[in-house]
């Protein structure tokens, strides 16, 4: 069974850093692409990073210069870094496996908070 | 990265079919076949019904079906049922390595 589970989710002030951690298992962590997506509460989805099986790592405009995605595949860890945060970011972040481009499994999310 | 446009809500009643509709531009859904389609019921995550346009995963309905046209795809839902009621959002990959959601359909069973 397919489980992915986040977690580093937090209060943190406007303009501080926090580090997202998601663990997998139940599947080969090395040959997918992961995203990371998050949900501000009571919105949308939106759509933030992706990191490919070969390392190669993309970002949404709203978070590109302050966001870096990153994976472990020995620990089967995928990461996110987060700096100069801003109230915007205030969401639940889930850390998503890729199926053909599709988001095809969720963990439950974390939540962030950015607020002073 | 401009959002795809969904219409806020859409209502059916039991056993009847339901479409959203999801738009968005030449760049995205125009161009390429990777449309998806996911559930979202009050907090819960979401779950994946229907990727590249049409195709559905193991273990999902299908009484869940997708199309597209030129630049707007569709998600239908057939014999609709109670536990149908949730969010829906639709996702495009935009050619640049970024994927983009839709704004969220709330469908409601009457």
């Known amino acids: 069974e397919v489980q992915l589970v986040e977690s580093g989710g937090d209060l943190v002030q406007p303009g501080g850093s926090l580090i997202l951690s998601c663990a997998v298992s139940?599947?080969?962590?090395?040959?997918?692409?992961m995203h990371w997506v998050r949900q501000s509460l009571g919105k949308g989805l939106e759509w933030v990073s992706v990191?490919?099986?070969?390392?190669?790592?993309y970002y949404a405009d709203s978070v590109k210069g302050r966001f870096t995605v990153s994976r472990k595949n020995a620990k089967k860890t995928l990461y996110l870094h987060m700096n100069n945060l801003k109230a915007g970011d205030t969401a639940v972040y889930y850390c998503?496996?890729?199926?053909?481009?599709?988001?095809?499994?969720w963990g439950q999310g974390t939540l962030v908070t950015v607020s002073s | 990265q401009s959002a795809l446009t969904q219409p806020a809500s859409v209502s059916g009643s039991p056993g009847q079919s339901i479409t959203i509709s999801c738009t968005g531009a030449?760049?995205?859904?125009?161009?390429?076949?990777?449309v998806s389609w996911y559930q979202q019921h009050p907090g819960k995550a979401p779950k994946l019904l229907i990727y590249?346009?049409?195709s559905r995963p193991s273990g999902i309905s299908d009484r869940f079906s997708g199309s597209k046209s030129g630049n707007t795809a569709s998600l239908a839902v057939s014999g609709l049922r109670a536990e149908d009621e949730a969010d829906y959002y639709c996702?495009?990959?935009?050619?640049?390595?970024?994927?983009?959601f839709g704004g969220g359909t709330k469908l409601t069973v009457l």
């Open positions: 998503v496996k890729d199926l053909e481009g599709a988001l095809e499994s």
């Open positions: 139940g599947f080969t962590f090395d040959d997918y692409d």
């Open positions: 990191i490919g099986a070969t390392f190669d790592t």
């Open positions: 030449n760049g995205d859904i125009g161009r390429y076949n990777f």
């Open positions: 590249n346009v049409n």
């Open positions: 996702v495009s990959y935009t050619g640049t390595n970024t994927w983009v």
